[in-house]
């Protein structure tokens, strides 16, 4: 969650109000703020609600040895809502928990979603989810895994998940993304990632 009053440098954010008007299994928060504009005046007061969901991290496990991809696929009701197929094809992720380390994170969902302990972490991006209206962070990884230990079905049952965990030669995964079969921003990310640094990754993990 962001900070109770956070002020953007030199005093360019006002803010006039904060106040929480949903709390259920999400949060909505509604903003009252003034910005300097461009111009150099402050603006008008803005009003705007904000989705509060938390922060994510997710992981894109990668196997070095058989250049391939360990992906999830799972129901998204936000899929159902805008009107795709609400079956989507994804990479591990979770939200972090107060004080709780990103790296932490993305070995906790990796064990939950396709039930694989990951061997080395390396950072890809930190990047905003939506920031025209949710506070929401990605941090996303790419890890390391032994494909011949994934497969099956996963996923809490407290959290009412049912994921279904399969492997994809990184050349296969590539091409569905190319081809437009992968319509979620995380995995579209990942993968165009994994296309261009994939020879660099391989070099550095295949030497022991």
Known sequence: ??????????????ILARETVYHGYFRVDRWRLRFRTFAGPMSAPVEREIFE???AVAVLP???????????????????????????????????QDGEAR??????????????TLGRLEPIYDY???PGGTS??????VGEIDCRHAGGVHGLASEHEDIR??????????ARLDEGAIDNAVTIIALQWLARARPRLRQRWLQR
Request: some cysteine; aromatic content about 6%; overall charge negative.
């Open 1 to 14: 969650m962001p900070p109770a009053d956070p002020q953007a440098p030199g005093g360019d954010v006002e």
């Open 53 to 55: 969901r938390g922060h």
């Open 62 to 96: 990668y196997d070095p040895v058989a250049d391939s991809v360990v992906l999830i696929e799972q129901f998204r009701v936000g899929a159902l809502a805008a009107g795709h197929p609400p079956w989507l094809t994804e990479i591990v992720a979770g939200i972090r």
């Open 103 to 116: 790296e932490d994170v993305a070995r906790r969902e990796a064990l939950e979603e396709i039930g694989c």
């Open 128 to 130: 905003l989810v939506s």
């Open 136 to 141: 929401e962070s990605c941090a996303l990884f």
């Open 165 to 174: 965990t399969f492997t994809l030669p990184a050349d296969e995964a590539i």
